[in-house]
């Protein structure tokens, strides 16, 4: 399939606002972590924090939008995909746990992923009951 000149222009914003949500989402993931380290000296509970924060942003975001058609597909890709996509992080939630598996503090890992994962998943229910209700 080939594509016009003005699907080529809409697939290319696609990709501007996912990076430009990305880096936004980027940065304030940077924030939230120095804001755990300076204020309770804990970078694991700033992985936490985005993470909590992420998935009820998301929840909401997705409940609200969900049976909206008047809102355009630019702003999914901007908000959902591009700036909570970069905010959350995985990544890092699964990286500490292995590292705090290896140093044998299972308790800490246990609570910090499964923690993660279930109060996650309660904020991602929370976030959409909220934004469906709107």
Same mark, same amino acid.
Request: glycine letters at 14%; aromatic letters at 12%; hydrophobic letters at 50%.
């Given at each position: 399939?080939?594509? =016009?000149? %003005? ?14 949500? *990305?880096?936004?989402? +980027?940065?304030?993931?940077? *924030? @939230? ?9 804990? *970078? ?8 909590? #924060?992420? #998935? ?9 939008? %969900?049976?909206? =058609?008047? @809102? ?13 996509? =970069? ?9 500490? #746990?292995? %590292? ?9 890992? =246990?609570?910090?992923?499964?923690? #993660? ?5 309660? +904020?991602?229910?929370? *976030?959409?009951? @909220?934004?469906?209700?709107?």
């Amino acid at each position: 399939m080939v594509l =016009s000149y %003005q699907d080529r222009g809409t697939e290319l914003l696609g990709w501007f606002l996912v990076a430009a949500g *990305g880096a936004a989402g +980027a940065m304030a993931r940077y *924030g @939230i972590n120095l804001l755990m380290i300076r204020t309770i000296d804990s *970078g694991l509970a700033g992985t936490f924090a985005a993470n909590i #924060s992420g #998935s009820i942003l998301l929840g909401f975001f997705i409940g609200f939008t %969900q049976d909206r =058609s008047n @809102i355009p597909e630019e702003y999914r890709l901007l908000v959902a995909v591009g700036f909570l996509g =970069s905010y959350t992080t995985f990544s890092t939630l699964t990286l500490v #746990s292995t %590292q705090l598996f290896e140093e044998g503090d299972i308790l800490r890992a =246990s609570v910090n992923l499964f923690g #993660s994962i279930f109060v996650g998943l309660l +904020a991602a229910l929370v *976030g959409l009951a @909220i934004g469906r209700a709107l």
